[in-house]
């Protein structure tokens, strides 16, 4: 079964803090994206990945930078984290540029 | 700009049929989608649509699509208390983007 895998399903991290959510697919897609969902807002799009070394900017990218090293690996780090970073963080990635993707199972990150 | 928009509540008796609805603005969109979160997951690709059709049915769910009003709809037949979740819909025209996403509740 495919699977987008987030290394951690609960976090809470101070502010100020360097922050890193990592996700891993076993689906050999070329495509990954990190979003964050707030209710009553849905999914907003922070950061995207084409290929590997390569990151294109979402709809939200302030406070945060994305790392693709490997192409089935790609991090989001919040440099400094803040309160109004807290929120669910979820991982996908897809095969083609459509929009049929893969989520992970999200990390819900809480900063004091 | 892109926007895509969802009520947020919609309940429901057991056994009857749901319709979530959902407008968009983008008219280059090329696919939308249908997406189903259910609690403490991440989401689930339900079923998808061209922009040149107008309908699809797939077992119990039927996507219906007006794409001169740019209004997409779901109707899930004889809901199940299994189907309680949040529904999401999505445009893509060269970017995913997803509506609020709509909570159905299935009441016994």
Redesign the interface.
């Known amino acids: 079964d495919v699977k987008v895998t987030q290394s951690s399903r609960y976090l809470v991290k101070r502010t100020g803090e360097k922050v890193f959510l990592e996700c891993v697919q076993d689906m050999d897609h070329e495509n990954m994206f990190w979003y964050r969902q707030d209710p009553g807002l849905g999914l907003r799009l922070i950061y995207f990945s084409y290929d590997v070394k390569m990151k294109e900017k979402g709809d939200i990218p302030e406070g945060y930078s994305v790392s693709r090293e490997k192409k089935e690996r790609f991090s989001l780090i919040l440099e400094s984290a803040s309160t109004n970073q807290t929120s669910m963080y979820l991982c996908a990635s897809s095969l083609s540029r459509g929009g049929g993707y893969t989520f992970g199972s999200g990390t819900r990150l809480t900063v004091v | 700009g892109e926007d895509?928009e969802q009520s947020?509540f919609l309940s429901v008796r057991e056994g009857d049929s749901s319709v979530i609805n959902c407008t968009y603005t983008d008219s280059s969109s090329?696919?939308l989608?249908w997406?189903k979160q259910e609690p403490?997951?991440?989401?689930?690709?339900l079923t998808?649509i061209f922009s040149n059709m107008d309908m699809k049915q797939d077992q119990r769910l039927t996507v219906l699509l007006n794409k001169k009003d740019k209004h997409l709809s779901l109707r899930i037949a004889d809901t199940q208390t299994g189907d309680s979740a949040i529904y999401?819909c999505?445009?893509?025209g060269g970017?995913?983007i997803?509506?609020?996403?709509t909570e159905l509740s299935v009441k016994p």
């Open positions: 895509v947020l090329t696919y989608y997406y403490g997951a991440g989401l689930q690709l998808y999401f999505a445009e893509f970017k995913l997803f509506g609020q996403g």
